[in-house]
């Protein structure tokens, strides 16, 4: 069998809502009622560090005591329980100057009830034990008092945290703490890490800050249009891609590719070919959660995109800079998971802003990519998705390949058909326009002939193959492809007989699609 490739190698909280109290639940609530209850004396023997004396300003207060034997352990997790106390004796000590609380059979439950009777949560947590993430922590706490008594000191822009949008459950909360000067996050970026695990020296930290309107910082975070670094690129966007895998009519898994969230309810983009030929998909999300690719709203197979739909929602997505105004030399990052290695960047420069080839723009880069990138984010020094990962030139040095976002605007959004149906209806409309000029030739010994084979909008890594019944009485070779989307088959007389040319349309798989015949008299 021989066949012809049309070729580009492709690379292919445990949660209680918190409700934010208003003004008028806390009117007799004053933070001078924060006064030491008990001295120090040296009890802790593993907190020689920055927060030391906001260890020991929390233990005279009573906020906190120690966790077991002589220490501390600032640099363990903070529980579900843990944080639940610390609320609520914030915010019984805001408003009467103490925090008395009676004991019951869980340590826990006495504060669990406290912060279910002021309004702090909403409904218990599922397990008091389970350490809580730095957005919880943060969403917690700034319920546990009133908006008065954590007033602005910081111009905080929204959206200004990298790894935090306002948007986000506990993005209210996060951007309060910080424009208070409760919050100054890490590095000069001012990255928060929501869904990392807060420590206790860095809770005592934040509680001194809270209480005690000294301790609070100045910080400044850039505008939203200022240079990002690539840590700050990579908190900021590495939630918002996903790996996806793809599997066949009987559930085998095909392949996997990357994906791009653009907005919270679940509707992302990919590369065409990355969903190519599945009968249906899942998605791993950055926090290694499983969703289904529900359906596929619109595609463009030309330029190897693909609108799709995820269930569920509270997806991060990416903030999608469809200007096309981009610089040759201009400094771009790539996330994908690139040979299944998950939540991957590399970084390299745009080598060509709009690089022509076999008549589709792409972007070349020379951010490495592999085989899984594709469908991954390329992203500007903003953080904004201007393209997405879609082919490497075999044999080349860093010559990587992009599509424009800018293709997106022209896919629809209105409906969507499921995974299945979608690629059915693929097949059907590739395997009707799979047509011969020619099915029934005459040629005579030692001359040639040719029959033009055409597939309108035939994707790349899609084949044709022959197979000759008798190749005693004809040979045949290919041409190259044209770039209408058809192939000359030239076919040589050998000796008189006949014979019948099967030609067989095959997708990446190598699964034949359809079958065309041409009957063939040597004389």
Not at 170 to 195: I, K
Not at 270 to 294: C, E, M, P, Q
Request: glycine share 10%; net charge negative.
């Amino acid at each position: 069998m021989n066949q012809i490739v049309k070729k580009l190698i492709t690379a292919g909280m445990m949660c209680a809502m918190v409700y934010s109290l208003n003004v008028d639940a806390f009117a007799a609530g004053t933070l001078d009622h924060f006064k030491s209850v008990r001295t120090y004396e040296n009890q802790f023997s593993d907190i020689q560090s920055w927060y030391e004396r906001d260890i020991i300003f929390g233990y005279e207060l009573g906020l906190f005591d120690g966790s077991g034997g002589e220490g501390f352990q600032p640099n363990s997790s903070v529980t579900v329980g843990e944080a639940v106390k610390l609320a609520a004796c914030i915010h019984s000590i805001y408003e009467t100057g103490e925090a008395e609380f009676e004991q019951s059979t869980s340590w826990w439950q006495v504060y669990s009830d406290y912060c279910m009777l002021k309004g702090i949560i909403n409904k218990p947590y599922e397990d008091y034990s389970n350490a809580i993430s730095r957005g919880e922590f943060a969403t917690l706490l700034v319920a546990a008092l009133p908006e008065h008594a954590l007033t602005v000191l910081n111009e905080i822009p929204d959206d200004a945290i990298p790894d935090v949008k306002l948007s986000d459950p506990y993005g209210p909360a996060v951007y309060r703490l910080y424009r208070a000067g409760v919050l100054t996050g890490s590095g000069e970026s001012g990255v928060f890490r929501p869904d990392t695990n807060i420590r206790r020296g860095e809770m005592a930290a934040i509680v001194s800050r809270m209480v005690r309107v000294s301790e609070r910082k100045y910080v400044t975070l850039g505008s939203n249009d200022r240079v990002l670094s690539g840590e700050e690129i990579y908190a900021k966007c590495a939630p918002s891609v996903f790996l996806m895998t793809i599997y066949d009519k009987d559930g085998k898994e095909m392949g996997y590719g990357s994906g791009v969230f653009i907005s919270k309810d679940g509707e992302a983009v990919t590369n065409w070919h990355v969903l190519d030929g599945a009968r249906s998909a899942k998605i791993k999300t950055y926090d290694g959660k499983i969703h289904d690719v529900i359906g596929v709203y619109d595609y463009d197979v030309k330029n190897d995109l693909v609108r799709i739909k995820i269930g569920g929602n509270g997806f991060e997505p990416m903030k999608v800079n469809d200007s096309g105004e981009q610089m040759n030399g201009a400094t771009v990052y790539a996330i994908g998971n690139p040979k299944g290695l998950e939540s991957t960047i590399s970084a390299g420069i745009i080598s060509s802003a709009h690089r022509l080839m076999n008549g589709v723009e792409f972007i070349q880069i020379s951010a490495p990519i592999s085989s899984g990138s594709s469908g991954g984010a390329l992203i500007n020094t903003k953080g904004e998705l201007i393209g997405i990962t879609a082919a490497y030139i075999d044999n080349g040095q860093n010559l990587n390949l992009a599509t424009p976002i800018t293709i997106l605007s022209k896919l629809e959004e209105k409906t969507y058909t499921s995974v299945a149906r979608n690629a059915e209806e693929y097949i059907e409309s590739l395997v009707s326009g799979f047509k011969l000029s020619l099915y029934d030739v005459r040629l005579a010994p030692e001359s040639t002939m040719k029959v033009i084979c055409t597939i309108p909008d035939v994707p790349k890594g899609y084949s044709l193959s022959y197979d000759i019944e008798d190749g005693g009485v004809v040979g045949c070779s290919w041409g190259e492809w044209g770039k209408d989307d058809s192939v000359e088959l030239r076919l040589h007389g050998i000796d008189e007989g006949e014979t019948i040319i099967a030609i067989n349309f095959s997708d990446r798989s190598g699964r034949v699609l359809a079958t065309r015949t041409i009957k063939v008299q040597v004389q």
